[in-house]
């Protein structure tokens, strides 16, 4: 199993991002997906979920609104749509399997930053 993030950066407050993860190693359309993120010396959390093959979504209250999670299963991807970026926000996100916040470094991919600040 193998997890690629991409589409982090700078960016000032209120302004968006897009970041994409493309998965190898399992049959994508038949798992749940899940954006986190982890910001110095805090625990990873969940940010977004979105079930197999692409129905319900659930959002984590910090970012309800602001926040949308896709799916392409063709492309294997699951893509992180992010506005109205706030300060609070800067984190390294990560995409993997629902219910990992607390899997050791190895079942994880290198994830992508995201850093607000003006």
């Known amino acids: 199993v193998l997890f690629v993030e991409s589409g982090g950066g700078l960016v000032q407050p209120g302004g968006s991002l897009r970041l994409s993860c493309v998965a190898s190693g399992f049959t994508f359309s038949s798992y749940s997906m899940t954006w986190y993120r982890q910001s110095p010396g805090k625990e990873r959390e969940e940010v977004a979920t979105i079930g197999d093959p692409g129905g319900h979504t659930n959002y984590a209250d910090f970012v309800k609104g602001r926040f949308t999670i896709s799916r392409d299963n063709a492309k294997r991807t699951v893509d992180l749509q992010m506005n109205f970026l706030q300060p609070e926000d800067t984190a390294k996100y990560y995409c993997?399997?629902?219910?990992?916040?607390?899997?050791?470094?190895?079942?994880w991919g290198q994830g992508t930053q995201v850093s607000v600040s003006s």
């Open positions: 993997n399997f629902p219910g990992r916040e607390d899997y050791p470094d190895k079942y």
